[in-house]
């Protein structure tokens, strides 16, 4: 009888799982990942290649060419056209398999299992489900082809750098990734879509400028975000998701998304904006300041009235007491009212050393009654200066029985040598050759 050979060299691919094929069949192979210690091989025999003559089952010889080992296992398995047999826990290298499929007749091949290398490299972003309307999302990207493989409920494959799957609701989504490289190894992957029950909405606005009226718009903060699904109930009526041609006023709106309700404060359309910058006499003086700022073009015929019957956008020589500003544009006014000024004592405090500890002393302004003033620190005592400090936050309230009062405080950091040496020094080493530097900071 004539023997009949077929040799073939199978090769992986595109990394899918079909590696090589011939007239007689096909087979394919799992190569071994990180995460496994075998790989494995599929055998399919085309039915109608050995037909009249099909006598299965069939019995494979497979051999480990770089190790020698031997084994045999059955091809009996009827798939459709195919007759097929696996073979698992195979360990990397080259293999030899015969297979007899007639009395004296056979076919021989050879195979590679190798290990794999290539991990596929993921970016992720992930929106959550807001408010209960399945409007969740993840965006999955790679540097290299990839094949995505999303489990139920998605149940779908996509080739390609990116992978985007919407209308999620809260929970947990499975994706199997694997590059297009013949080393590629799958990898399964879990992403976590939340439940976020916070509404997703901000407001921004443009306010009116005289003849140009403002604008108010609500925002949505996920690009998922469904707008048919949201509603908006403002203070004057409109329903739509931005009101325009706003004259001054205060404005607020509802919004309503699924199981979310956002109601905005009072949102000011304003005619002018500013804003004034204090500076607190001493106590008893009339050196205090107010003056009117604004980050916008200064507009023509820009008028400014103070309490104290000043035009000018900055008034001086102010004591204690409660001024106002009325500034006007053309026919719009903004008001600035209760604009107080109080006295000032302290102009400063000392930071010295004593002992390696620390120490503050409150420092009045020239010609202060340093007698009547009130001292309060945060740690309870009631003296000028203070003593023995590790470094740290402090903080003064100094006030007097006529109202002048002020909140000072410091943050003292340890002393550093910066010579070439750079060695710490400590309170106590003033003495000690080099550079000296203080960090500290005022807040009132």
Known sequence: MKILLAYFLLIMSMGLPLIGNSQYGEVSTINICPNATTGSATIKLYRNAFEPDWLPPFTAEIENLDTGQEWEGPINIVEGNFLKGTFNNLSAGNY????????????????????????PNINQKIEPEYCGNKDGSISLTSPDLTLFTWGPPINKAELGLTSDVKDLKAGVYEVEVREFDVLACPIKKYFIVKNEMTHPFTLSGLPSRCANLGSITVNLLSPNIKPDKVTYKWSNGATTQAITNLRPGNYIVTATYGNCQFISNELEIENISGSIEKLNPICGESNGRLTFYTNEIAQPGIKFLWSTGSNSSSITGLGSGSYGLTVTVGTCVKVFNNLVLKGSLIKSLDLGCQNDKYSLTAIPHNGIDASKIKYLWRNGLTTKSIQNLLPGGYELFASTIDGCGDVLGESISPFVFESTQNNPVTCGDFSYSGVISLNFEFWA
């Open 96 to 119: 030899e398999v015969t297979i007899f499929v007639k009395p004296r007749c056979f076919l021989t091949f050879e195979f590679t299992i190798q290990v794999n290398t290539a991990v």
